[in-house]
């Protein structure tokens, strides 16, 4: 009976879930398996193929997935094992490590070691049972075409595991402003109300994550449950299709606090620590209309926290849809305790679908010499010793190598000797900086001694017994730490530098062509010669380093966790009085700071904007309405109060308000550099105009600042009004934009459509003019438009720059650019100060940005990943072009794009173009 049961729901799984239904970009290594299979979800299982390490059988009473009876451990030495998994490059994953252990080696001494992603320390694994699986989950955004995954630094037992799990993601799913910088570590992922014990995961959840049931008997694990929690379950299809894409079946469950209050205590994997917490809502019971369901979260010593009133069916804007509010920076203890509270006006109790509690995990630079490396060892890719997989030097060095303990190590000895390396002598070694050591004796090297004058701290070389050809170089003799030098038995020829044989301790016997030279008066000089030159080098060196620290240091701080920044979520709650309004100053105080209106910095559609002082010292810019149509004080601190809740660090910061005589007033931050428009063809600086990277850096800034207003307030911000006169520029050259959420304000009334079409001529959306349905995509254009203005410098408007019968930017830019001629819109003033790469690559993103329909135009989270992209390319090559002036390399791409490796041709490429981007999701 049981069996047909079980054949029964194999056979509806198998229904269910079609052959070809494994998703793209799910890898499901079984280690230490010897066949691919299918298992019971439908997912497909891979043998991991691992060069190292042993397999195990193991048998575990009550697991009897194909996947959990074998394993790979390694030995319990220094080294680290690593899996080298592929992935694309800026997608988000979930990566999944289990482990059951089975007393695999019969010794029943539970293991306990180390796993890394790439150079940082993930998680130790310790193992407490036999018979129980760990499992470790990390979110992460790829930013190479691999990930590598390493266990090391057993303390007890040998490291093993059992499986190794990659899921991809699309869209903007768990997107967050540090990932950077950051991974989220998965501490809890919990559907309420679930109707059994088991997970909801695949194919249920079609990224399958593992959503564990809260009825299992865990200790710790949701206990403190208040009385009067009760389940709640719905059959009714629900809207799930935004934020992070919460599988249906989860949110069709949910526990309801009948008496009033839903508490909980959980312990929390990997806490104390920063987190990201989220809350997953909808409205599964029915309510007749004179009920309501209001409640707040009531977290201990976080009272700020608790001021947000949750009323589902209003924030999701609807009954079954999801409403997904939550912290993407908050502190959070190992113990945590949490309460939702009804509030006093409301009928029922608290309600809860689902919750999600991951924790910021720091990335650890890798080794310097991560890039160089990596591409000696690409050429010896059959040999075991170049597959040991991760960073060089982290969280222990390869076998072969020896690091420094700076935190973002060097290599300083390389140990090949006698390994049967053939070939010359890869150039890559030259560029290892900090190399003090190297031994590459012993093999079958062949070709000239690479010039080494790169690696000033090199004191040991050797080469002996090879088949090296050509002369000892004479840039040896600008080593200024080189001891010693072994070059015998190979077939160098000529004369050896003068000087070196006294400088070094050499053996250069048994290389028959190569003789002593000879000893002269111009000795002395070619020793100062040398000695200045190294000096030049060193400080060149120096020089380099500390405008690469620099660099680097500056892009940390950017994107370094700041302030706490919960998703916005704007909706006023009605019938509550407001708990939080925006700053209301007197119509005197305006007069005092701007002296009555002194000083006017600028106009647009909106009024005029003058420059302030306040009496604290605090520098504004205060903006009069034109518009008087605003229904009365309330309806406009209402709108106003919306406007303080928004903050980001690329908008422009909203400080108060001001409405008194029938005038009404703005007042924010003063931003010291103007507008981007002035920086572009303004009469400001004419010399100075703004190089590429610059340019690069402002789109990232506003494109950030528009993806919040997209994604990360509800409901989501549609600025309508995007141009260059209203991406402004602060101080340090960082752009925000500004007037925001004003359009809202201009048009009258409480209606959410607006009758009028607004914009500015240019950079307005032709399908919101025709359908007057405006969408995110609207700003999209706008954005496109704006990009162009980079690239080109020219207005989005002219009478006289675009030849004839053209009078806009995006019909003269989508010309050029689809017959392949970039270069007629570039703008003259960057000179040639930019890779031709990177601005292809802004440009392609220009013309899909104002596609003629919303649907064919990319998210601004696409269009932000593709900035960043050409960011890094343009750093990139810029480093390249002052490393090395005369460098021929950006000419030769000039002319292989253009000769057609991107197709731009025909009209309708960009369709092609387009079926690789990731769809938006709305938030
Ligand atoms: C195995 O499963 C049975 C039935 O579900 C259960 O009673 C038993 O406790 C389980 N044993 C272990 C070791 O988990
Ligand atoms: C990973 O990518 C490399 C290079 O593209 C390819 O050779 C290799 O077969 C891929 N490995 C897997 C497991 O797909
Ligand atoms: C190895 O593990 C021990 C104990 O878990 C820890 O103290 C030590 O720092 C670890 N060593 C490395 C190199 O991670
Ligand atoms: C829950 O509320 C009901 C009705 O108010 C009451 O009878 C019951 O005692 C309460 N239960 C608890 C455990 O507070
Ligand atoms: C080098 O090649 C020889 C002969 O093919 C082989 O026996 C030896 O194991 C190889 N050594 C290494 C380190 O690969
Ligand atoms: C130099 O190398 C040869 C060959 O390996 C060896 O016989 C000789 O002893 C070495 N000379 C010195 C000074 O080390
Ligand atoms: C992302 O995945 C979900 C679930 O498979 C799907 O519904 C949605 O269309 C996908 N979005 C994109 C942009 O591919």
């Given at each position: 009976m049981e069996n047909t049961l079980l054949l029964l729901s194999l056979l509806l799984l198998l229904l269910l879930v079609p052959s070809s239904a494994q998703m793209p970009g799910f890898v499901s290594l079984d280690c230490g398996g010897e066949e691919f299979f299918t298992d019971d979800l439908g997912l497909n299982w891979s043998p991991d193929e691992l060069r190292y390490g042993e397999t195990s059988f193991i048998e575990v009473l009550n697991e009897t997935r194909k996947q959990y009876t074998s394993l790979r451990h390694f030995p319990a030495d220094s080294r680290k094992y690593c899996y080298t998994m592929n992935v694309t490059s800026r997608t988000r994953y979930l990566l999944r490590a289990t482990f059951l252990y089975g007393n695999f080696d019969s010794n029943n001494v539970y293991p306990k070691f180390d796993i890394s992603v790439g150079a940082t320390h993930w998680s130790t694994i310790v193992i407490s049972d036999a018979n129980t699986i760990e499992m470790i989950e990390l979110i992460f955004l790829a930013t190479s075409p691999t990930v590598s995954v390493c266990l090391s630094n057993a303390t007890t037992g040998q490291p093993f595991i059992s499986t190794l799990e990659l899921r991809q993601f699309n869209g903007s799913v768990y997107y967050t402003d540090y990932e950077q910088q950051f991974y989220l570590s998965v501490s809890a992922r919990i559907n309420f109300g679930a109707d059994s014990e088991d997970p909801v995961r695949y194919p249920d959840d079609p990224f399958d994550r593992i959503w564990l049931s809260d009825s299992i008997k865990k200790a710790n694990y949701l206990v403190d449950i208040a009385a009067g929690t009760k389940k709640v379950a719905t059959k009714l299809p629900i809207d799930v299709n935004r934020d992070d894409l919460p599988p249906q079946k989860v949110m069709q469950t949910a526990v309801v606090g009948t008496n009033g209050s839903l508490t909980y205590r959980l312990n929390l994997d990997g806490f104390p620590g920063t987190g990201w917490a989220v809350t997953y809502f909808a409205e599964i019971e029915d309510l007749a209309p004179d009920e309501s369901r209001k409640f707040r979260l009531v977290l201990p010593g976080n009272p700020e926290l608790s001021k947000a009133i949750v009323n589902i069916e209003e924030n999701a804007q609807g009954k079954y849809r999801l409403y997904e509010p939550g912290f993407t920076n908050l502190s959070l203890p190992f113990v945590l305790s949490f309460r939702f509270g009804k509030t006093s006006d409301s009928t029922r109790g608290p309600l809860l679908n689902a919750m999600e509690i991951n924790k910021y995990l720091e990335k650890t630079d890798g080794s310097q010499d991560g890039a160089a490396i990596a591409s000696f060892i690409a050429q010896y890719s059959?040999?075991?010793?170049?597959?040991?997989?991760?960073?060089?030097?982290?969280?222990?060095?390869?076998?072969?190598?020896?690091?420094?303990?700076?935190?973002?190590?060097?290599?300083?000895?390389?140990?090949?000797?006698?390994?049967?390396?053939?070939?010359?002598?890869?150039?890559?070694?030259?560029?290892?900086?900090?190399?003090?050591?190297?031994?590459?004796?012993?093999?079958?090297?062949?070709?000239?001694?690479?010039?080494?004058?790169?690696?000033?701290?090199?004191?040991?070389?050797?080469?002996?017994?090879?088949?090296?050809?050509?002369?000892?170089?004479?840039?040896?003799?600008?080593?200024?730490?080189?001891?010693?030098?072994?070059?015998?038995?190979?077939?160098?020829?000529?004369?050896?530098?003068?000087?070196?044989?006294?400088?070094?301790?050499?053996?250069?016997?048994?290389?028959?062509?190569?003789?002593?030279?000879?000893?002269?008066?111009?000795?002395?000089?070619?020793?100062?010669?040398?000695?200045?030159?190294?000096?030049?080098?060193?400080?060149?060196?120096?020089?380099?380093?500390?405008?690469?620290?620099?660099?680097?240091?500056?892009?940390?701080?950017?994107?370094?966790?700041?302030?706490?920044?919960?998703?916005?979520?704007?909706?006023?709650?009605?019938?509550?009085?407001?708990?939080?309004?925006?700053?209301?100053?007197?119509?005197?105080?305006?007069?005092?700071?701007?002296?009555?209106?002194?000083?006017?910095?600028?106009?647009?559609?909106?009024?005029?904007?003058?420059?302030?002082?306040?009496?604290?010292?605090?520098?504004?810019?205060?903006?009069?309405?034109?518009?008087?149509?605003?229904?009365?004080?309330?309806?406009?601190?209402?709108?106003?109060?919306?406007?303080?809740?928004?903050?980001?660090?690329?908008?422009?910061?909203?400080?108060?308000?001001?409405?008194?005589?029938?005038?009404?007033?703005?007042?924010?931050?003063?931003?010291?550099?103007?507008?981007?428009?002035?920086?572009?063809?303004?009469?400001?600086?004419?010399?100075?105009?703004?190089?590429?990277?610059?340019?690069?850096?402002?789109?990232?800034?506003?494109?950030?600042?528009?993806?919040?207003?997209?994604?990360?307030?509800?409901?989501?911000?549609?600025?309508?009004?995007?141009?260059?006169?209203?991406?402004?520029?602060?101080?340090?050259?960082?752009?925000?934009?500004?007037?925001?959420?004003?359009?809202?304000?201009?048009?009258?009334?409480?209606?959410?459509?607006?009758?009028?079409?607004?914009?500015?001529?240019?950079?307005?959306?032709?399908?919101?003019?025709?359908?007057?349905?405006?969408?995110?995509?609207?700003?999209?254009?706008?954005?496109?438009?704006?990009?162009?203005?980079?690239?080109?410098?020219?207005?989005?408007?002219?009478?006289?720059?675009?030849?004839?019968?053209?009078?806009?930017?995006?019909?003269?830019?989508?010309?050029?650019?689809?017959?392949?001629?970039?270069?007629?819109?570039?703008?003259?003033?960057?000179?040639?100060?930019?890779?031709?790469?990177?601005?292809?690559?802004?440009?392609?993103?220009?013309?899909?940005?104002?596609?003629?329909?919303?649907?064919?135009?990319?998210?601004?989270?696409?269009?932000?990943?593709?900035?960043?992209?050409?960011?890094?390319?343009?750093?990139?090559?810029?480093?390249?072009?002052?490393?090395?002036?005369?460098?021929?390399?950006?000419?030769?791409?000039?002319?292989?794009?253009?000769?057609?490796?991107?197709?731009?041709?025909?009209?309708?490429?960009?369709?092609?173009?387009?079926?690789?981007?990731?769809?938006?999701?709305?938030?």
């Open positions: 059959s040999a075991d010793w170049a597959q040991e997989g991760g960073d060089p030097c982290l969280p222990v060095p390869w076998s072969w190598v020896e690091c420094n303990s700076d935190a973002q190590p060097r290599i300083v000895k390389i140990k090949l000797s006698s390994m049967n390396l053939t070939g010359n002598i890869p150039s890559d070694l030259t560029k290892l900086s900090g190399l003090v050591e190297l031994w590459l004796d012993g093999n079958s090297l062949t070709g000239p001694i690479p010039d080494f004058s790169g690696c000033v701290d090199l004191k040991i070389i050797h080469l002996e017994n090879n088949q090296l050809s050509g002369g000892l170089p004479s840039s040896l003799m600008d080593l200024p730490s080189l001891k010693e030098l072994y070059v015998q038995n190979n077939l160098l020829s000529g004369t050896i530098p003068s000087g070196l044989d006294d400088k070094v301790a050499m053996n250069y016997t048994g290389n028959i062509n190569l003789r002593e030279g000879r000893r002269n008066g111009s000795r002395r000089n070619i020793i100062i010669g040398t000695t200045v030159g190294a000096a030049v080098l060193i400080i060149a060196t120096i020089a380099s380093c500390i405008l690469l620290r620099k660099g680097k240091k500056k892009y940390h701080e950017q994107d370094k966790l700041s302030h706490p920044l919960p998703v916005q979520r704007l909706e006023s709650n009605k019938n509550d009085a407001p708990t939080e309004a925006a700053h209301c100053f007197t119509h005197s105080e305006i007069e005092e700071a701007t002296r009555k209106f002194e000083k006017k910095i600028g106009s647009g559609g909106f009024g005029v904007v003058y420059y302030g002082k306040t009496k604290d010292g605090k520098e504004i810019a205060v903006k009069v309405l034109t518009s008087n149509s605003f229904q009365g004080k309330r309806e406009f601190s209402n709108e106003v109060t919306l406007l303080s809740r928004i903050h980001h660090r690329n908008l422009v910061q909203f400080l108060g308000y001001c409405q008194e005589d029938g005038r009404s007033m703005l007042v924010y931050e003063f931003m010291h550099n103007g507008t981007l428009k002035e920086h572009l063809y303004g009469p400001l600086t004419h010399e100075q105009r703004i190089n590429w990277i610059k340019r690069l850096e402002i789109a990232e800034d506003a494109a950030k600042g528009i993806e919040y207003l997209h994604t990360g307030c509800v409901p989501a911000i549609i600025h309508r009004d995007l141009k260059s006169s209203n991406i402004l520029i602060d101080k340090n050259m960082r752009a925000k934009v500004s007037d925001f959420g004003l359009s809202k304000l201009a048009v009258d009334g409480a209606s959410h459509v607006s009758s009028i079409v607004r914009g500015t001529v240019g950079y307005l959306d032709p399908e919101y003019y025709i359908s007057q349905q405006l969408t995110d995509k609207s700003d999209v254009y706008s954005f496109g438009v704006i990009l162009l203005e980079l690239i080109s410098g020219q207005e989005a408007i002219s009478n006289e720059n675009f030849g004839v019968n053209c009078r806009n930017i995006v019909q003269w830019a989508k010309l050029h650019i689809e017959s392949g001629d970039i270069q007629g819109i570039i703008d003259p003033s960057l000179h040639d100060e930019y890779d031709i790469q990177s601005m292809w690559k802004i440009a392609e993103k220009a013309l899909m940005c104002v596609q003629a329909h919303g649907y064919m135009r990319p998210s601004i989270s696409e269009v932000l990943k593709e900035i960043q992209d050409a960011i890094l390319m343009e750093r990139g090559a810029a480093a390249a072009r002052d490393g090395n002036s005369d460098d021929t390399s950006k000419n030769s791409i000039h002319s292989s794009l253009n000769l057609g490796s991107l197709d731009l041709g025909g009209n309708d490429n960009y369709l092609s173009l387009d079926e690789s981007i990731v769809r938006p999701t709305a938030r």
